[in-house]
Nanobody, 123 residues
Framework: QVQLVESGGGLVQAGGSLRLSCAAS??????MGWFRQAPGKEREFAGG???????AYADSVKGRFTDSRDNAKNTVYLQMNSLNPEDTAVYFC???????????????????WGQGTQVTVSS
């Protein structure tokens, strides 16, 4: 049984930073992604990283968010800088054991999901 445990969300002022963590237990995951969902909007891809360390980001967060992972701990991190109110959402960690040729941005490609953590950015 795979479990993803997220931490690090919270309330921050515009321009501030937060770091999210997602620890996977149960088995080693190849792809780990971050998705976010704002009220009234669909869940969208924010960033992802595979076991080799290759990363991909949504255009809206590129240059501000950075994905990293510690394979020994089976943990990924999302460093979020220069946050703005449009980044307010519930952030979900997702994982897949499938090896993709590139970082997959489709949430249906991820079999395992965390419980979500709220990120609120005040103006």
């Amino acid at each position: 049984q795979v479990q993803l445990v997220e931490s690090g969300g919270g309330l921050v002022q515009a321009g501030g930073s937060l770091r999210l963590s997602c620890a996977a237990s149960g088995r080693s995951m190849y792809n780990m992604g971050w998705f976010r969902q704002a009220p009234g909007k669909e869940r969208e891809f924010a960033g992802g990283i595979n076991r080799r360390g290759s990363t991909a980001y949504a255009d809206s967060v590129k240059g501000r968010f950075t994905d990293s992972r510690d394979n020994a701990k089976n943990t990924v991190y999302l460093q979020m800088n220069s946050l703005n109110p449009e980044d307010t959402a519930v952030y979900f960690c997702a994982a897949s054991a499938t090896i993709f040729s590139s970082i997959n941005r489709d949430p249906d490609s991820y079999a395992y999901w965390g419980q979500g953590t709220q990120v609120t950015v005040s103006s």
